[in-house]
């Protein structure tokens, strides 16, 4: 069964930096691309990047909103994903999701239960 | 960047009904690139329906996808009480993929 599990949401002022994870299971981590969507309070859902799969090398790629503060990265050996926001703004606070599919050209059949990021003086 | 735009915003309906839920594209999208989510209050979204309209395993056959080009459709045929949530359509036919603004299905 697949699991993802997403921690290290938290208060943060703007500005300030947070780094995500998602505890990937019940996959084959390296064979899958991994991305990251947010959802603001009250709001619909926003992609905000995603990173590929080994056949892929591992391409990352963002959302124009994000571009240049936000980096994903990926631990393979400890079937880890990564969020590192930096320069955070308010209007970056939202729930955030790990999702995961097989490649590009696929939707997210699985998704972790959120993370919450409040960015906040 | 392919916008979507669902409507209506809300739809007030009672258990038994039919619902039917649009999702237009602002630039046309492959059917094999359009799916739809559902999601109910604390919960991450869950899919439904990928390839305009290929149901998601688990998934009754009271949900429908259907369309093509610039316009797609979600129906539920008999609403059931656990039908009532927010559905959000998505393309992933062209990067950014990005989502609808969802349908809220409430319960008149």
């Known amino acids: 069964e697949v699991q993802l599990v997403e921690s290290g949401g938290g208060l943060v002022q703007p500005g300030g930096s947070l780094r995500l994870s998602c505890a990937a299971s019940?996959?084959?981590?390296?064979?899958?691309?991994m991305d990251w969507v947010r959802q603001a309070p009250g709001k619909g859902l926003e992609w905000v990047g995603r990173?590929?799969?080994?056949?892929?090398?591992?391409?990352?790629d963002y959302a124009a909103s994000v571009k240049g503060r936000f980096t994903i990265s990926r631990d393979n050996s400890k079937n880890s994903l990564y969020l590192q926001m930096n320069s955070l703004k308010i209007e970056d606070t939202a729930v955030y999701y790990c999702?995961?599919?097989?490649?590009?050209?696929?939707?997210?059949?699985?998704w972790g239960q959120g993370t919450m990021v409040t960015v906040s003086s | 960047e392919i916008v979507l735009t669902q409507s209506p915003g809300t739809l007030s309906l009672s258990p038994g009904e039919r619902a039917t839920l649009s999702c237009r594209a602002s630039?046309?999208?492959?059917?094999?690139?359009l799916a739809w989510y559902q999601q109910k209050p604390g919960q991450a979204p869950s899919l439904l329906i990928y390839?305009?309209?290929t149901r998601a395993t688990g998934i009754p056959d009271r949900f429908t996808g259907s369309g093509s080009g610039t316009d797609f459709t979600l129906t539920i045929s008999r609403l059931e009480p656990e039908d009532f949530a927010v559905y959000y359509c998505?393309?992933?036919?062209?990067?950014?993929?990005?989502f609808g603004q969802g349908t809220k299905v409430e319960i008149k």
């Open positions: 999702a995961t599919r097989e490649t590009l050209g696929r939707p997210f059949p699985n």
């Open positions: 019940g996959f084959i981590f390296s064979d899958h691309y």
């Open positions: 990173s590929g799969n080994k056949a892929n090398s591992y391409t990352t």
């Open positions: 630039q046309s999208v492959s059917s094999t690139y």
């Open positions: 390839a305009s309209s």
């Open positions: 998505q393309q992933y036919d062209s990067s950014p993929q990005t």
